[in-house]
């Protein structure tokens, strides 16, 4: 009863959840905040269970898409949202106690091989203010666009294509957490600060932008893949697929957010084709599974 009760992406946030709370179990010994950790990932396990009643302030009338209730909005929004936030934020205390070893000198290798330079050192010749500005409000468009790409699958009612587009989303963020854990990097801005000569500055927004998103995502070994990438351009083939209209105005904030990764030197070139495959992954794999999951 309770498993018919689950939808497919709340039950792919309870396995990897609990999946998560069994490496820190397994490994605690060398996890300090084993106390917290465990707590928040049953925490996020039983949030899946949640039921929204009417809320006075969260009514229908104030929902941009009619038709829907606050059970629906929670559990579709909300909810997921806030599983992903929560157990992004517990990478930095989970990945390095797990996997001491990062493989930033192997991922530099990479990168010059395939360039025959380092490719965030040679892009500080075009660094300038106006494009550090654009590029770095273009990098944290990736935490809205996801959204968008919801509300307007939502508006336009397209529920079948937001229930898909909802587990595929899901998976492709906890997949790269996966793969931070499995490859952890810290990435250029951190492993090859010296070498970068040329400061990074904007003109209005870009600083304050980039020292929040150091607080918010601190150093979490993040890198590999490029969780940037593989979000933004499977929200862009999914917008194709359904919402042609959306998806020309991504296209070009896609295009600036994947060079931003290297350009602002948060990843290497090696990390954005690990989440160009990670993005390929997902769409291949991605609807099997959900099939599976709505079929059981």
């Not at 929004?77 to 990062?102: A, E, K, Q």
């Amino acid at each position: 009863m309770i498993r018919k009760e689950l939808r497919p992406h709340e039950i792919l946030t309870i396995f990897f959840a609990a999946l998560f709370l069994s490496i820190a179990i397994l490994f605690r010994e060398r996890i300090e905040r084993l106390f917290y950790l465990v707590p928040l990932y049953l925490s996020i396990i039983a949030f899946q269970f949640v039921r929204f009643p009417d809320l006075p302030f969260w009514s229908r009338r104030s929902l941009p898409f009619k038709g829907s209730d606050n059970n629906n909005i929670g559990r579709e929004f909300l909810v997921p949202i806030i599983s992903v936030v929560f157990i992004f934020d517990s990478l930095g205390w989970i990945v390095h106690p797990v996997n001491p070893v990062d493989i930033d000198p192997i991922l530099l290798k990479l990168d010059y091989l395939l360039t025959g330079t380092y490719p965030t050192v040679a892009l500080q010749r075009f660094v300038n203010p106006f494009l550090t500005e654009v590029l770095q409000l273009a990098y944290t468009s990736y935490y809205f666009i996801p959204v968008i790409l919801g509300i307007t699958l939502k508006i336009h009612k397209k529920e079948k294509e937001f229930n898909e587009a909802l587990f595929l989303v899901l998976l492709c963020f906890y997949l790269s957490y996966v793969g931070y854990l499995l490859f952890p990097a810290l990435g250029p801005r951190f492993y090859i600060k010296e070498l970068h000569t040329v400061e990074l500055k904007g003109i209005l927004l870009m600083e304050p932008i980039h020292e929040l998103l150091n607080r918010l995502e601190g150093i979490k070994r993040d890198a590999f893949p490029s969780g940037h990438t593989a979000i933004a351009l499977l929200c862009l083939v999914i917008a194709y697929k359904h919402e042609r209209g959306l998806f020309w105005w991504l296209a070009l904030v896609v295009t600036m957010l994947v060079f931003s990764t290297v350009y602002l030197r948060y990843h290497y070139v090696v990390d954005v084709l690990a989440g160009i495959a990670l993005t390929g992954l997902v769409l291949i794999a991605g609807p099997y599974l959900l099939q599976r999951l709505q079929a059981e």
